[in-house]
């Protein structure tokens, strides 16, 4: 059963930094893509940074160059650094496993929508950024 459990929301001015985890389980990472996207009450989800199964990541140009993944497969931990926090950046971070198609740097460069029989969630972690 696959579990995605994100943890290291919370409260900062802008300029600030936070550190997402997402703690995942009940799959191979080496078989399925990783991400992270996020959703502000009344718009849809959208796409924040892609980690493919051979490592090579991707970005949503408002992330761009703020934002890192990676991940630690020892932990079986995923990560979202998050610098140069702006106020748009307020929202609900969801963590994502995906075995495609779509491909998940697809939804999150290009807004494809995810298939719901190959995308598991997270619950969501509430990041606010003050200005």
């Known amino acids: 059963q696959v579990q995605l459990v994100e943890s290291g929301g919370g409260s900062v001015p802008a300029g600030g930094s936070l550190r997402l985890s997402c703690a995942y389980s009940?799959?191979?990472?080496?078989?399925?893509?990783m991400g992270w996207f996020r959703q502000v009450p009344g718009k849809g989800r959208e796409g924040v940074a892609a980690m493919d199964v051979d490592g090579s990541t991707r970005y949503a140009d408002a992330v761009k160059g703020r934002f890192t993944i990676s991940k630690d497969n020892a932990k079986n931990t995923l990560y979202l650094q998050m610098n140069s926090l702006k106020s748009e950046d307020t929202a609900i971070y969801y963590c994502?496993?995906?075995?495609?198609?779509?491909?998940?740097?697809?939804?999150?460069?290009?807004?494809?929508?995810?298939?719901?029989?190959?995308?598991?969630w997270g619950q969501g972690t509430q990041v606010t950024v003050s200005s």
């Open positions: 009940g799959f191979t990472t080496g078989s399925v893509a």
């Open positions: 994502v496993s995906d075995s495609g198609p779509p491909m998940l740097w697809a939804a999150v460069v290009l807004g494809y929508t995810l298939n719901p029989d190959f995308a598991y």
